[in-house]
């Protein structure tokens, strides 16, 4: 039997404490066991939700991804094409705009010409030189004028007609002319300035064509001129300014001529320009100021201001134009006109209805002998002297004048030629005629040579066409000798006593076909301008026929008979028409053409249309 005591038994409460611990203790281990097994299956089942979310990611992150650069690069592809679309669109809407805009010619913009002249007035009544009528005209307006073809046009005068005896012409006037201060023009005022005009103490040089011519009023808007005989080319003598009554009929005729051209109060027209100011400037230059006429009854000018300056010299005259004080230069020599031009200048060579001629003296001297002349004008190469007359290559060759009219009057004037140039001819003839060749190589006959005094003026255009004319005639063995004539002088010491064999010189031909004044034997006087001293009682006849006839077709077989009379006769030979040359500066300034001028006076007979400023403007489909 063993010592060791014996264990008691357990209560019942112990047992059930015993039972409760080893039911924890076994759902502890179980509970553990079971955490194992969560945890393990939370891990597999996060490495499989990390596996489909990278999945995922690739798939819809990464690949998308790749997909928007693939889609950036062809939105970048569409917002080009579209850009371009627009750049196209736009650049289509500019050149359908551009078809609908070009350069033209718009208003505003100065015309500033310079001359080398002095302008003393531009009183129409007493306006001597270019310059000065050129201004007159610009203010006065005159019953008619000169359109584009330099053909006689209506200015204030809308009719002009001729009655059956021929000695009658009856003028209407516009009824809407106005005064630049608003007075109505009327044929008042025509009467009271051809009233001045005659009256011998007013002084205007117009005074002598109009002293036998009386003018009466028919109505406000009617005058009717009276002649002593009759006489077709009477319109022409129409192109005088009107001067207004209202203005002048207070001031006596004396004090006319000596009346302020800066008392603009006294100047008031009726023309396209008002005259605003003259303004004295150093070295004796004065700027005269217009502006163009609100109250102007035709088209108003383009340009906004017009002036003239006056120089005096064309040195000084080019050195302006150079520094932009002036925009244009009038009425250059061919030396000024043939230098070298700048960038933005142009030159305008406008034929003038002026005439250059070789005026032979018809009653002494060697060139009395018609067939002197004659020799003397087939031995003249008019082709090579109008060359020289162009002084260079870059000036126009001056056009050819072959009869003592204007070319344009009359066609069957204009088919009638000089003999063309025929050198061995010439000295053929003189040989026929008894004119030897001596030793010094000089024609002789009886002991005498045939020697001619050949006078020109100094300083003129044409002086070396006669000093070319001159070589030319040395060649046929003649002793021609040539005097450079002062201008200054000229007048009183060759022309009006006739005192030259051979007259250099250009005539004013104007688009009249009346050549009176120039060749009929009544004006072969001191104070005529019959310079030839030609003498021919058909030539009269013809000539004074001729300004009376009423029909034109009768009164052109009348010009046509006087110029085969007067080439047969030789009492002059026509060389050329000469050019007037006129320098514009800057490429906006369109004014004067190359188109034929009446004269230097003439050139504003276009004014209005001129322009000095050119814009892009609209053009309407």
């Known amino acids: 039997m063993s010592n060791k005591p014996e264990k008691e038994k357990p209560t019942a409460l112990e047992r059930l404490n015993a039972s409760k611990t080893k039911f924890q203790n076994i759902k502890n281990v179980n509970v553990s066991k079971s955490s194992g097994k969560l ?49 196209t669109t736009t650049a289509q809407s500019l050149l359908a705009t551009r078809e609908l805009q070009t ?20 009183n129409p009544l007493f306006a001597a030189t270019d310059s000065e009528k050129a201004a007159s005209r610009l203010v006065y307006s005159s019953l008619l004028t000169y359109d584009e073809t330099n053909r006689l046009h209506g200015d204030l005068a809308t009719t002009w007609s ?30 009271f300035t051809v009233g001045l005009i005659k009256n011998s103490s007013v002084g205007s040089p117009l005074f002598n064509g109009w002293r036998t011519i009386e003018i009466a009023k028919v109505n406000d808007r009617e005058v009717k001129f009276t002649l002593s005989n009759t006489y077709m080319s009477f319109p022409f003598a129409l192109t005088f300014g009107i001067l207004p009554q209202h ?30 100011a003259r303004e004295t400037l150093t070295s004796d230059q004065e700027v005269w100021r217009f502006a163009p006429s609100d109250r102007y009854y035709d088209q108003r000018p383009r340009i906004a201001s017009l002036t003239i300056r006056t120089y ?41 209805a002026d005439g250059v001629f070789v005026l032979f003296n018809n009653s002494t001297g060697p060139t009395s002998d018609k067939i002197i002349r004659e020799v003397l004008r087939l031995g003249t190469d008019r082709a090579s002297l109008r060359k020289n007359a162009a002084n260079s290559s870059t000036l126009n060759v001056p056009e050819a004048l072959e009869t003592p009219m204007s070319p344009g009057i ?3 004037v204009d088919e009638l030629k000089q003999p063309d140039f025929e050198e061995a001819k010439a000295a053929e003839q003189l040989e026929g ?36 004319l001159v070589d030319q005639w040395r060649r046929l063995g003649i002793d021609a000798q040539l005097t450079s004539a002062d201008p200054a002088t000229a ?96 490429q906006q300034l369109d004014t004067l053409d190359d188109s034929p001028l009446i004269s230097a006076s003439y050139r504003f007979h276009n004014v209005t249309t001129w322009t000095a400023r050119v814009d892009d403007v609209m053009v309407t489909p």
């Not at 350069?103 to 531009?122: F, H, L, P």
């Open 491 to 586: 007048q009183q010491n060759y022309l009006m006593p006739r005192s030259y064999d051979v007259l250099v010189y250009q005539l004013h031909l104007g688009v009249d076909p009346d050549e009176f004044a120039y060749w009929s034997s009544s004006q072969a006087l001191a104070t005529g301008l019959n310079f030839a001293n030609y003498k021919s009682t058909r030539a009269d006849l013809i000539l004074s026929n001729a300004r009376m006839q009423t029909n034109a077709a009768a009164r052109e077989a009348r010009y046509v008979d006087f110029v085969k009379l007067w080439l047969s006769d030789a009492p002059a030979i026509a060389l050329y028409r000469p050019n007037f040359n006129y320098i514009i500066s800057g």
């Open 247 to 276: 203005i002048f009929e207070g001031v006596k005729p004396a004090d006319l001529k000596n009346l302020t051209t800066l008392d603009t109060g006294k100047i008031i027209g009726s023309g396209p320009f008002v005259f605003k």
């Open 39 to 87: 945890t393990k299956t939370a891990r597999r089942k996060f490495n499989r939700a990390s596996r489909l979310s990278l999945k995922h990611t690739r798939k819809f992150l990464f690949s998308r991804w790749n997909n928007l650069r693939l889609a950036r690069r062809h939105v970048m592809i569409w917002l080009l094409l579209i850009t371009v679309l627009i750049m």
């Open 103 to 122: 350069s033209s010619a718009v208003n505003g913009g100065v015309v500033a010409e310079g001359v080398v002249d002095k302008i003393v007035t531009i």
């Open 312 to 352: 005096t010299s064309e040195e000084n005259l080019m050195n302006g134009l150079k520094r932009g004080e002036i925009n244009s230069a009038v009425g250059l020599s061919t030396r000024t006109a043939a230098q070298q031009l700048g960038r933005d200048q142009r030159l305008i060579q406008a034929p003038l």
């Open 410 to 412: 009359f066609a069957s």
């Open 433 to 468: 005629a008894g004119w030897v060749m001596n030793a010094d190589k000089l024609r002789e006959k009886d002991g005498q040579v045939i020697a001619l005094d050949v006078v020109t003026i100094k300083g003129a255009d044409y002086e070396p066409v006669a000093k070319a």
């Open 162 to 191: 001729i009655s059956e005896d021929g000695r009658n012409w009856s003028v209407k006037l516009r009824d809407n002319a106005i005064w630049s201060d608003g007075q109505k023009l009327t044929a008042d005022d025509v009467v």
